[in-house]
Protein backbone atom coordinates (compact mmCIF):
# COMPACT_ATOMS: atom_id res chain seq x y z
CA UNK A 1 0.00 0.00 0.00
CA UNK A 2 0.90 3.42 -0.85
CA UNK A 3 -0.18 6.40 0.10
CA UNK A 4 0.53 10.12 -1.92
CA UNK A 5 -0.51 13.24 -0.64
CA UNK A 6 0.25 16.06 -3.09
CA UNK A 7 1.04 19.44 -2.13
CA UNK A 8 2.45 23.07 -3.51
CA UNK A 9 -0.66 24.04 -5.80
CA UNK A 10 -1.64 27.68 -6.01
CA UNK A 11 -2.03 30.78 -7.83
CA UNK A 12 0.70 31.94 -10.12
CA UNK A 13 0.25 34.55 -13.16
CA UNK A 14 1.42 33.36 -16.22
CA UNK A 15 4.92 32.74 -17.16
CA UNK A 16 5.31 31.63 -13.81
CA UNK A 17 7.17 28.89 -11.79
CA UNK A 18 5.52 26.04 -9.18
CA UNK A 19 6.82 23.18 -7.78
CA UNK A 20 4.65 20.33 -7.04
CA UNK A 21 5.38 17.72 -4.48
CA UNK A 22 4.31 14.67 -3.84
CA UNK A 23 4.59 12.77 0.04
CA UNK A 24 4.62 9.44 -0.29
CA UNK A 25 4.25 6.51 2.68
CA UNK A 26 4.97 2.66 2.68
CA UNK A 27 8.44 1.48 3.10
CA UNK A 28 8.29 0.39 -1.02
CA UNK A 29 8.10 3.29 -2.40
CA UNK A 30 11.09 3.28 -4.28
CA UNK A 31 9.94 -0.25 -5.90
CA UNK A 32 7.22 2.14 -7.42
CA UNK A 33 7.54 4.64 -10.83
CA UNK A 34 5.38 7.32 -10.47
CA UNK A 35 3.87 9.73 -12.56
CA UNK A 36 2.14 12.92 -12.24
CA UNK A 37 -1.35 13.45 -14.39
CA UNK A 38 -3.66 16.71 -14.52
CA UNK A 39 -7.26 16.77 -14.83
CA UNK A 40 -9.64 19.59 -16.01
CA UNK A 41 -13.71 19.88 -15.55
CA UNK A 42 -14.77 17.88 -18.26
CA UNK A 43 -11.77 16.39 -19.54
CA UNK A 44 -10.29 13.41 -19.48
CA UNK A 45 -7.01 13.21 -17.05
CA UNK A 46 -4.52 13.79 -19.01
CA UNK A 47 -0.42 12.34 -18.28
CA UNK A 48 1.93 15.41 -17.74
CA UNK A 49 5.57 13.54 -16.75
CA UNK A 50 6.55 10.07 -15.29
CA UNK A 51 9.50 9.03 -13.44
CA UNK A 52 10.93 5.32 -12.95
CA UNK A 53 11.63 3.83 -9.76
CA UNK A 54 15.60 4.62 -9.50
CA UNK A 55 14.79 8.33 -11.44
CA UNK A 56 17.31 7.15 -14.67
CA UNK A 57 14.18 7.38 -17.43
CA UNK A 58 11.55 10.22 -17.68
CA UNK A 59 8.92 10.55 -19.84
CA UNK A 60 6.68 14.19 -20.53
CA UNK A 61 3.79 14.83 -22.17
CA UNK A 62 4.06 16.17 -25.25
CA UNK A 63 2.47 19.57 -24.39
CA UNK A 64 5.33 20.08 -21.96
CA UNK A 65 7.66 20.93 -24.29
CA UNK A 66 10.30 21.43 -21.70
CA UNK A 67 8.69 23.48 -19.21
CA UNK A 68 8.82 20.87 -16.47
CA UNK A 69 10.92 18.68 -14.67
CA UNK A 70 10.10 15.22 -12.78
CA UNK A 71 12.41 14.16 -9.70
CA UNK A 72 12.47 11.91 -6.88
CA UNK A 73 14.15 11.07 -3.68
CA UNK A 74 13.89 7.86 -2.18
CA UNK A 75 15.42 8.55 0.37
CA UNK A 76 12.65 11.14 1.19
CA UNK A 77 9.69 9.38 -0.26
CA UNK A 78 8.90 12.33 -2.37
CA UNK A 79 8.52 13.22 -5.98
CA UNK A 80 8.36 16.76 -7.01
CA UNK A 81 7.12 18.28 -10.86
CA UNK A 82 8.81 21.58 -11.30
CA UNK A 83 6.61 23.70 -13.72
CA UNK A 84 8.10 26.65 -14.93
CA UNK A 85 6.87 28.85 -17.87
CA UNK A 86 3.54 28.41 -16.87
CA UNK A 87 0.61 29.00 -19.15
CA UNK A 88 -2.84 29.53 -18.70
CA UNK A 89 -4.14 26.01 -20.15
CA UNK A 90 -2.11 24.55 -17.61
CA UNK A 91 -4.34 25.28 -15.27
CA UNK A 92 -5.95 21.91 -13.46
CA UNK A 93 -5.81 19.46 -10.72
CA UNK A 94 -2.40 17.99 -10.51
CA UNK A 95 -2.42 14.28 -9.29
CA UNK A 96 0.87 12.29 -8.22
CA UNK A 97 0.04 8.27 -9.07
CA UNK A 98 2.41 5.11 -8.35
CA UNK A 99 2.68 2.17 -10.65
CA UNK A 100 4.59 -0.80 -10.52
CA UNK A 101 5.91 -0.44 -13.91
CA UNK A 102 6.36 2.35 -15.56
CA UNK A 103 3.79 3.55 -17.86
CA UNK A 104 2.12 6.43 -19.33
CA UNK A 105 -1.72 5.55 -18.85
CA UNK A 106 -3.78 6.15 -16.32
CA UNK A 107 -5.78 3.44 -15.83
CA UNK A 108 -2.31 1.85 -15.15
CA UNK A 109 -1.81 3.39 -12.00
CA UNK A 110 -2.30 1.97 -8.30
CA UNK A 111 -2.30 5.00 -6.20
CA UNK A 112 -3.57 7.99 -6.37
CA UNK A 113 -3.60 11.25 -4.21
CA UNK A 114 -6.38 13.66 -3.88
CA UNK A 115 -4.77 16.33 -5.96
CA UNK A 116 -3.78 20.05 -5.56
CA UNK A 117 -5.35 22.73 -7.71
CA UNK A 118 -2.93 24.27 -10.16
CA UNK A 119 -4.54 27.75 -11.62
CA UNK A 120 -2.52 29.83 -13.87
CA UNK A 121 -3.68 33.95 -14.60
CA UNK A 122 -3.27 36.21 -16.93
Known amino acids: QVQLVESGGGLVQAGGSLRLSCAAS????????MGWFRRVPGKEREFVAA????????YYGDFVKGRFAISRDNAKNMVYLQMNSLELEDTAVYYC???????????????WGQGTQVTVSS
Open 51 to 58: INWNGDST
Open 26 to 33: GRTFSMYA
Open 97 to 111: AATSTLVLIPAEYDY
